[in-house]
């Protein structure tokens, strides 16, 4: 990476309908896409907000985001430490309490649960220090101010 590079992301939403019914009435699906990617998301708001169930919202694509750069960061640190992960799942989860304003995402629990393999694989203490090295190298979360709390597991195959 160059000293004093500015990456720029760029994002794209679009939404046509009307707001004239009022509240109860307007439709929430809309699309977004980030160029370059080809790819354009069907979203809605949260049902609890009037939206669709069946698409995704934003704060669904926050915990998403939250998750996919903890295993990106895991991944990366494991492999510089020529540890070989086999698997990676997480269950991630993110609160927002309603009685709680203004209205936010206060905290994310990331539980991912990693599989390595090999002789000489490292044992929990040393997995337990690359997540966390991890997360603090995770852009995503190093942008956020809610809590983020990790509960890794760990299983050795072979």
Request: glycine share 6%.
């Amino acid at each position: 990476m160059a000293e004093g590079a500015v990456h720029r992301y760029r994002a794209r939403t679009a939404w046509s309908g009307s707001t004239g019914g009022g509240y109860d009435a307007y439709d929430r699906a809309h699309a977004a896409s980030a160029p370059p990617a080809a790819d354009e998301l069907a979203l809605s708001s949260d049902p609890a907000f009037g939206g669709d169930p069946a698409r995704l919202n934003p704060e669904q694509l926050l915990v998403l985001a939250a998750s996919s750069c903890q295993l990106l960061s895991f991944l990366a640190v494991a492999a510089r430490a020529r540890i070989d992960v086999v698997a990676y799942e997480d269950d991630a989860e993110a609160m927002m309490p309603e009685d709680d304003h203004p209205l936010r995402i206060t905290r994310i629990v990331l539980r991912p649960r990693i599989v390595v393999r090999g002789p000489g694989a490292p044992d929990d203490e040393r997995l337990l220090q690359l997540v966390h090295t991890a997360h603090r190298h995770c852009f995503i979360a190093n942008s956020l101010r809610c809590e983020i709390a990790l509960d890794p597991s760990f299983e050795r195959q072979g």
